[in-house]
C-alpha cells in the first residue's frame, strides 16, 4: 500500500489552497468476531485493467491487510492473511459490514487502481475479492493554457500557448472532484495525500509510483481557469509504464456535462449511463425548438458533451433527444456563466413513462375502491409542475407571443371515472385533483401524490377517493298520449340526495327527446324543463318536487320519440352517471300545421254587381281553419281591386283593416264581415279578390286557398 508523502514544496501549494478538503481521520474499530470471510488473489496486473488476465502471475507473500483507520498504513489492530504460493489470502471471522482491504506487496510492487477496495462482508457469506499489484508507473507531462480549447497545445509560428507554473496536477482516487488530503487529528500536520505533482516553471508535472489501473487526473483549478471539460482526463497506466499526458485549462466560459439515461427520475445521474449520439442545442429562442443560429453539439460515446468559448450571458440548454426519448421536465436547464465559468450541467432523459389512476365515490369513506363504487367522469386531474396547489394556465409574452410558461398538463376524467397521463419524460412529480363544490376528497390524505417518476414507468392506480351529495332524479306525471308539435304539456319530477354531504346549490332539470331509448345529448332535442336557478337545500336522503312544462318544438320531425329528464347541477353532485331516469315512451308526436281556407259566405249575384255613389260593399268572408293545430295569429285581411279574376300584379289595395289576434281552432269556421268602401267611379268594373294571412309562426301549409275570387265583377259609380 502507498501513500503519496508530500514534499515541502508541495505540502507549501497544499497548504495555499482555500479550497482543499481535508478528510477526517477514522477511529480505528474493533472488528466484531463472526463466520463472515474476505478471499481472493492477489496478482501482478501487467495491463492495469484491474482484471486477472491470462499470463499476470500471482504474487506471494503479499500482506494483505483491512485498513480499519482508513490512513493508509498496516496498524496493530489490522486484521492480516499473508497470501501463498498462489496469490491466495483468506482473512476469516468476520463480523457483518464493510472493509477496506489493502496490499504491501513487497518486491517493488505497488497496489494498482483504486489504491484501496471497500468490500461489504455479509455474516457467514464469502466475498471474494482480487487485489491487483504492479511496478510502479508515473503519469508525466505539461499544464498549458488552452486558448482554443481544443486540448493540444499550439507552439507554432502563429499560436503558441503558454505552459502554466506552480499547478498542483493529482490523481483523484475516489472521483469526487477534489484534492484530498489526509492530516492528523492532534497536530493538523498534513500526512498523506492523493498523488500530485507541482508544475515547474515550464509547466512539466510528473505523478510517479502508481499503480497499474486507470486514473482520473485533475488540476486544482487556479483562479479564473478551469481543467478543460469534462474536467479531468481518463488514463489507464499498465505495469511499469510511464506515460505523456497533456493538461489542458483555460479562461473560456465553457459549458459541459453528460446526457444520461435517468433511470429512477431524480435528475442526477448515479451510475446511469451516459447516452451517445444525442443533439444537445442551445436554445438561444427559448421555444424549444432547434433554430438554424442554435449552437448544437452531439453527444460522444460516453454521453459527453461541451459548448466551449462562449460569451458571459444567460443559456438554455436542451436536448433533442432521439426517438423515444424524451428529456426530464421541464425540458430545459438555464444557466448563467461569466467569463471562465465552467458549470457542469447533466442533462437527464428517459423513455417515455405515464401516470394513471380513477376519482370515484368513496360510499363507505375507507380510501379504497370497493366493489359498486362507480368512478366519478367529468373530473380534472392536473400536473402542478410548480407546485403551487393550482391548475396554471399558458403564460404567453404580451409582445411577441411567444409561450412563457405552457400550461400544466391535465386529464378530465371518462365514463368510468379514469384518468391518465401519457408520454411524459422522466422526473418528479406532483398529482393533484379539483375537488368539485360539495365534496369531500377521502384519500390520498395528503390531497396529492409525489414521486419521482423514472424512464420508462407506468405508474397506475393513483386513484382519488371523494364523497359528497349525489342527486337522482325520477319522473312522477308522464303522458304518453299521441302529441302535435308545440302543445305545451305539464309533467313532475322528484330529485334526491342519495349522497353522503349536504347539497346547497341551484338545481336544473333539462327533458331531452331521443329517437332512441339510449340518451345521447348530442343527438337528442331539448323540449323543456327548468333553468338552473332554483336553489335547493337536500340532507342526504331528502328529495324536492319539480313541476314543469314541456312541447316537442314546432320543428320537431313527425315520428315516435322516448322522453328523459337529466338533474343538472353547476357543482356539487359527486356521482354525475345516475342523474338521467329511463326512457319514458315513445310517445307519437306529429307535426303541426295551420292550413287556412277562405270564401265568401254568398257569392256576388251572377250579374254585375253595381254599387252606388258613397255606397260600401259588405263581403262576407268565411274562414276556415283545416289544419290541426290552432292559428293564434293577427289575422289579416287584403282586398285587391283586379280587372280580371286573377290577382294582376300591380293590382291596388283599397281595403285593409288592422290585423286583428284570432284564434282559429282546427275546423271550426269563423264569419267576417267586411265593410269595403266606394273607392269612386274611376275604378269602373273590378273584382274584389279578398286574401287572408294567418300570421302564424307556422306559416300557411298551402296558400292557394288563401284566395277569395268572386265569379263576377263589382261595379262602381
Known sequence: MRRSVLTSSVRTVVEALESRTLLSVAPAAAVTPGTGSITGTVFNDVNGNGVQDAGESPVANATVFLDLSHLGTLDPVDPTALTDSSGVYTIANLGAGTYRVEVQAGQGLVQGAPESIDVVVAAATPTTTNVPVGLPSSVTGTVFDDQNQDGIRQNDVNTIEPFLAGDVVYADFNHNGKFDTVIDPVTQAVLFAEPNAVSNNIGVYN?????????????????????????????????????????????????????????????????????????????????????????????????????????????????????????????????????????VVNLPEGTPSSISGTVFNDANHNGVRDAGELGVPGQSVFLDQNG??????????????????????????????????????????????????GAQQISPASGSYSFNLGAGANVSNQNFSIVGPDLTIRLLKTDTRPVKTGVIRKMQAVVTNIGSLPFNNQVGITLYASTTNTLDTSTASIIGGIPGRNPVSLKPGQSHKFTMQYDFPLTQPSGSYFIFARVVTAAGDANPTNDTTPPIGPVTVAQAFVDLAAAYQNQPPVDPFYIGPNQPVALNIVVNNIGNVPSNGLLSFKVYASDTPTLEPGAPVIYHPAPRKVSLKPHKPQVFRLIVPNPGPQFSAKFLIVVVDSGNPLGEFNLANNFVIPANPTVFR
Do not use: C, W
Open 388 to 437: 403551487n396547489g393550482i391548475l396554471d394556465a399558458e403564460v404567453d409574452d404580451p409582445n411577441t407571443g411567444a409561450i412563457i410558461t405552457p400550461a400544466e398538463p391535465a386529464s378530465v376524467t371518462d365514463a368510468s371515472g379514469g384518468y391518465s397521463f401519457a408520454n411524459l419524460p422522466p422526473g418528479s412529480y406532483i398529482v393533484r385533483f379539483i375537488l368539485p363544490a
Open 207 to 343: 505523478l510517479g509510483n502508481l499503480g497499474p489501473g486507470t486514473y482520473q487526473i485533475r488540476v486544482v483549478q487556479r483562479n479564473g481557469f478551469h481543467q478543460n471539460p469534462p474536467g479531468f482526463l481518463s488514463v489507464t497506466v499498465a505495469n511499469g509504464q510511464v506515460l505523456n499526458l497533456d493538461v489542458p485549462e483555460n479562461n473560456f466560459a465553457v459549458i459541459s456535462g453528460t446526457v444520461f439515461n435517468d433511470l429512477n427520475g431524480n435528475g442526477i445521474q448515479d451510475g446511469e449511463g451516459g447516452v451517445p449520439n444525442e443533439r444537445v442545442f442551445l436554445d438561444l429562442h427559448h421555444d424549444g425548438r432547434l433554430h438554424f443560429d442554435d449552437p448544437f453539439t452531439f453527444t460522444d460515446s460516453s454521453g459527453f458533451y461541451s459548448f466551449p468559448m462562449l460569451p458571459p450571458g444567460v443559456y438554455r440548454v436542451e436536448v433533442q433527444s432521439s426517438v423515444g426519448f424524451l428529456q426530464d421536465k421541464p425540458g430545459f436547464i438555464d444557466v448563467t456563466v461569466a467569463t471562465s465559468d465552467a458549470p
